[in-house]
């Protein structure tokens, strides 16, 4: 296994719809076992082969372990992943992305989702994900498709930009601030 390099906005691989997965070989396994050590190293919840330059459709997800979500601290592999219900109800939540550093948006997205794959070795798979889990999905599929998270964002009073800062105790933390506030004109007339 190995750490591959995260592409960033900007580079085409990202904006381009990845081909679906035809071989179930050990290119495939071990692209799939790389895209977890690269999530688990960035660290991140998910990711798509997009985002390390592999233009295919395949996506690993892991939520940190929760008490409160039963869908949380399993890892999630899928092979030519497609949405096959999307609730009307949609949930606001924070999204960010390891494409584009330290940039945090509102988005809306369907609270549920039932998402129809194949794992590793080509064997269908579905799931009914709530919530976060399903947010998740719909942002990697997303990559599948060239599509970001900021593509859904209504407007710049919905982002915000993450900046490091020291506290009195010389403790670093991120701090979130809106990007109207840093985009503020200046001395306009
Ligand atoms: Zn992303």
Not at 71 to 79: C, K, M, P
Request: include cysteine.
């Amino acid at each position: 296994m190995a750490v591959r390099k995260i592409t960033l906005i900007g580079e085409d691989v990202l904006r381009r719809e990845a081909r679906k997965v035809k071989r179930f070989d050990k290119t495939l396994h071990r692209l799939i076992d790389d895209m977890v050590e690269t999530m688990r190293e960035a660290p991140g919840i998910g990711l798509a082969a997009p985002q390390v330059g592999v233009s295919q459709r395949v996506i690993v997800i892991e939520l940190e372990e929760d008490e409160e979500d039963p869908q949380s601290g399993t890892l999630y592999e899928f092979v030519n992943p497609e949405i096959v219900y999307a609730s009307e109800a949609e949930l606001e939540g924070e999204e960010g992305c390891l494409s584009i550093p330290n940039i945090v948006g509102d988005v809306w997205r369907s609270q549920k989702v039932v998402v129809k794959g194949q794992n590793r070795f080509g064997k269908p798979q579905k799931i009914e994900a709530e919530e976060w889990l399903a947010r998740v999905f719909q942002h990697e599929i997303d990559h599948l498709n060239g599509v970001l998270f900021l593509d859904h964002v209504a407007g710049p009073e919905k982002l915000r930009r993450l900046v490091k800062v020291v506290d009195e105790n010389g403790e670093e933390h991120w701090k979130a601030i809106p990007m109207v506030e840093i985009a503020e004109p200046v001395g306009s007339s």
